[in-house]
């Protein structure tokens, strides 16, 4: 697998490239606007250009975007659900000026209405949106949830009810979280448990849907439904769970970006990095 993490893009788009390459990350991700906000303004043309030549400069291996966490395709038709979609809408677009080639999305949250309910929107908001940026070439990775609350993506089969209802599968994908996976119930700390869970996408998705990994330790128990990150080996997964996840062969060449905890100097990350490659066979560890 290949390490990197995601990264501020405070003082603009480009510092996000050059947090990375503080860290020594390999892959990169990033949020295309504030996060936070429904609507963001769109990059100067110079900022882009900026962003295009530390990219090209630094060869990462992969660069790719996470939607803001307001977005939630599964909502009801309302303000909201209506700025949803443009929200979601405009970070393709924004994506695309910076020539990043997927989105990380949580699908989105039923809120009371069920799963069923909240799944047939979150593919008729998927449709609305592929139809508006039909020209683009951004695809959009559904994120695996851990569950809480009414959020939708916990179950391997909700993200197979997804692929299997949109008008244009092409347009997804999948990013996998380890500490989602382990919080939704799904017991990644040993070998076999892994590649149950692997198999299970591979039979009911497909394994070269996966487009990245979001590594990350999780804080709670296996089965919680409570998304609370750690550091690699400091949560419930546990080092000996992590070392078959990053050797797993299948994956030898997708990004895993780290979405642990950190402060503004990075430590953090350059500590689970090195955790990271320690774990990989031949790594001397």
């Avoid at 999305?105 to 592929?130: C, K, M, N, Q, S």
């Avoid at 939704?184 to 497909?206: C, H, P, Q, S």
């Avoid at 979001?214 to 949560?235: A, F, M, Q, W, Y």
């Avoid at 953090?268 to 990271?276: M, R, S, T």
């Amino acid at each position: 697998m290949i390490f990197g993490a995601h990264c501020s893009t405070a003082g603009g788009v480009h510092t996000a490239l050059k947090r990375a390459e503080k860290i020594k990350a390999a892959c990169v991700q990033i949020f295309v606007k504030n996060n936070m906000q429904w609507f963001g303004r769109p990059h100067a043309p110079a900022d882009i250009a900026l962003f295009k030549r530390e990219e090209a400069r630094l060869r990462f291996a992969a660069v790719f975007g996470h939607t803001g966490y307001l977005i939630n395709l599964g909502a009801r038709p309302s303000g909201n659900r209506a700025k949803s979609l443009q929200s979601l809408i405009q970070e393709i677009t924004l994506a695309g000026a910076l020539g990043l080639p997927f989105l990380v999305l949580h699908p989105g949250a039923h809120l009371g209405a069920g799963e069923t309910a909240g799944l047939r929107r979150i593919v008729a908001g998927l449709d609305e949106v592929l139809r508006a940026t039909k020209e683009a070439k951004v695809r959009i990775a559904l994120e695996n949830t851990a569950g809480q609350g009414s959020c939708l993506g916990n179950q391997i089969e909700h993200l197979a009810a997804i692929y299997d209802g949109v008008e244009s599968p092409g347009r997804l994908g999948l990013c996998i979280d380890t500490a989602h996976l382990f919080a939704a119930n799904y017991d990644i700390r040993t070998g076999k448990g892994w590649d149950k869970t692997m198999r299970r996408i591979e039979a009911l998705i497909g394994r070269r849907e996966i487009l990245a990994f979001h590594l990350n330790d999780s804080k709670t128990d296996l089965g919680s439904r409570v998304d609370r990150h750690e550091d690699i080996g400091k949560g419930k997964i546990g080092l000996e769970g992590f070392r078959h996840i990053v050797n797993d062969a299948r994956f030898k060449n997708s990004p895993g970006c780290l979405e642990t905890p950190k402060s503004d100097d990075l430590h953090e990350d350059a500590a689970n990095l090195a955790v990271l490659r320690s774990l990989v066979r031949g790594s001397g560890s």
